[in-house]
């Protein structure tokens, strides 16, 4: 797969997440040298695109109920009150109201909230060329500072920088 030129141009309206067809997935190292490879469940999302085909809002929200490391304790460790606080804060949400063309594809600079708190974050994505006229598959990465959203932990045991990938479907205005 490989992504579109910047300038695509997409029909006007609300472009909803295919949810049972959209991921988000995570890397982030523990113990200094692995890297934890885990996934969380894209409950909702959109992109709203102008008249001129052009987007220029992006909502999502991820289930943090669904977390997988692939180690059940892991997991289960992941929902305390000083990691992800998962019982009193089971939604994580991204909201970007500014989205700009980059040279692989656009920008988007939004705000993640979890555990109660926010952090700005730069989401930087691109339209894959096996998109359909009916649906839109895009690809965004981000890297967020797991501090910036109070997760305390010492970064020996959890890495600081976590990556955040969206592997999204959207259906076009009218078919979601």
């Known amino acids: 797969m490989t992504a579109t030129t910047p300038d695509v141009r997409l029909a006007a309206g609300r472009w909803l ?3 049972d067809r959209t991921t ?20 909702r999302g959109e992109v709203e ?4 085909g052009v987007p220029v809002g992006v909502r999502a929200e991820l289930g943090l109920d ?6 059940p304790r892991r997991d289960l460790d992941l929902r305390k009150r000083t990691l992800l606080d998962i019982d009193e ?16 594809g656009w920008c988007a600079d939004g705000v993640l909230s979890l555990r109660g708190t926010s952090c700005p974050l730069v989401l930087s994505g691109a339209v894959l060329a096996d998109s359909t006229g009916d649906a839109v598959h895009v690809v965004a990465t981000a890297r967020l500072d797991r501090t910036a959203v109070g997760v305390r932990a010492p970064s020996l045991m959890i890495g600081r920088t976590v990556t955040i990938t969206i592997d ?4 076009g205005p009218g078919r979601g």
Not at 24 to 37: D, E, I, P, Q, Y
Not at 66 to 71: H, K, L, M
Not at 168 to 171: D, K, M, N, S, V
């Open 89 to 104: 804060n089971p939604v994580m949400t991204y909201t970007a109201d500014s989205i700009t063309p980059d040279p692989m």
């Open 168 to 171: 999204a479907w959207l259906a």
């Open 17 to 19: 997440a295919i949810v």
């Open 66 to 71: 669904s977390i997988d490391t692939g180690i």
């Open 24 to 43: 988000a997935r995570f890397t982030v190292s523990n113990l200094g040298f692995k890297v934890v490879h885990g996934s969380v469940a894209v409950t």
């Open 49 to 52: 695109v102008d008249p001129s």
